[in-house]
Each structure stands twice: as structure tokens, then as C-alpha cells.
């Protein structure tokens, strides 16, 4: 699919993010009928010709004239909101850096924050390019999820949780 067929099978509105049909599908949606549904990992999707496509690289396309060179990033984290102005092109890195619910095995309740052992407190640490970076010791995993949100802040730009 290239962005002329694009254009010509749905329209979008760069302000709600939205989908609507530019034409009657057969057994489907008519004109002016909103496009999609959610996927089950929280993306919105659209079946166009009989394939799935991903709702935020639509987006891009739709907008843009050409396929993202690289991932979508939603920028406000929320998988459903594919305004324009919530997407960008970037890398995995940079997209990863949108992450901010810790993992499933994180005890501490907070991204980049883990129990020190050996000194009783809590360590905070983040990622940038590839490598671990410690953000000091702290007495609390609240003071240690503080630094490393200013820390995240400041290293990412466009990351504001």
C-alpha cells in the first residue's frame, strides 16, 4: 500500500487521530463510517484488503507521503491516541524510553529502582545507549524513583511521566 491508495480508501483527521472510510467496502462500513478496532495489545488496527495494519503507521503515511523508517512512537504512552502530533519516527532505544510501568519481576514498584543488599538501600539506575548508569543510593524507593525520573527527564527528550 503506498499513500495515494491510502488516501483514497480512508481519511484522517490529524486533530482526533481518527479513521473514516473514502469508500463502501463490500459487507463492510460505508462512507464516512469510523475505520478500526482494538487490537489486543492496545493498538488500534485497520483491515484494509484483507490485511491488518497498525492504525499509528497509517498515520504516518497517511500524513507524511511514506512508511516510518524506524518504530512509532506514541509519545503520551497511550496506544490509542494516533494524533499526528503524538507520533514520531524513531529508534527502539528511543521508543523503549516511553516504558513507564516497571517490570513484572520489579519488587520495588518503581521503573530503575532495586533493593541494595549490602547497604539497605534502594539504587536507582537507567539505560542510555546500551549501558546501565547509577543514579546513587537512596532511603527511599520514592527518592530513588525521583532521581530516576529526573534523570529520565532529562537524558529523554519527549518522556514527561
Request: aromatic letters at 8%; proline letters at 1%.
Amino acid at each position: 500500500m503506498n499513500a495515494d491508495e491510502l488516501r483514497a480508501t480512508l481519511n484522517y483527521d490529524h486533530l482526533t487521530g481518527l479513521f473514516t472510510w473514502a469508500v463502501r467496502r463490500k459487507g463492510g462500513r460505508g462512507i464516512g463510517k469510523k475505520a478500526g478496532f482494538i487490537m489486543s495489545h492496545g493498538y488500534v488496527g485497520i483491515c484494509i484488503g484483507g490485511r491488518d495494519y497498525t492504525a499509528h503507521r497509517l498515520a504516518w503515511l497517511h500524513v507524511h507521503g511514506v512508511w516510518p523508517t524506524a518504530n512509532i512512537d506514541h509519545i503520551n504512552g497511550n496506544r490509542s491516541d494516533n494524533r499526528i502530533a503524538n507520533l514520531r519516527d524513531v529508534n527502539q532505544s528511543v521508543n523503549m524510553q516511553n516504558v513507564y510501568a516497571p517490570k513484572s519481576n520489579n519488587k520495588s514498584g518503581y521503573r530503575g529502582v532495586s533493593w541494595h543488599k549490602q547497604r539497605n538501600k534502594f539504587t536507582a539506575r537507567i539505560k542510555v545507549d546500551g549501558k546501565y548508569r547509577s543514579l546513587g543510593l537512596h532511603d527511599s524507593a520514592e527518592a530513588a524513583a525521583a532521581a530516576y525520573m529526573k534523570s529520565k527527564r532529562a537524558l529523554h527528550e519527549g518522556c514527561t511521566q
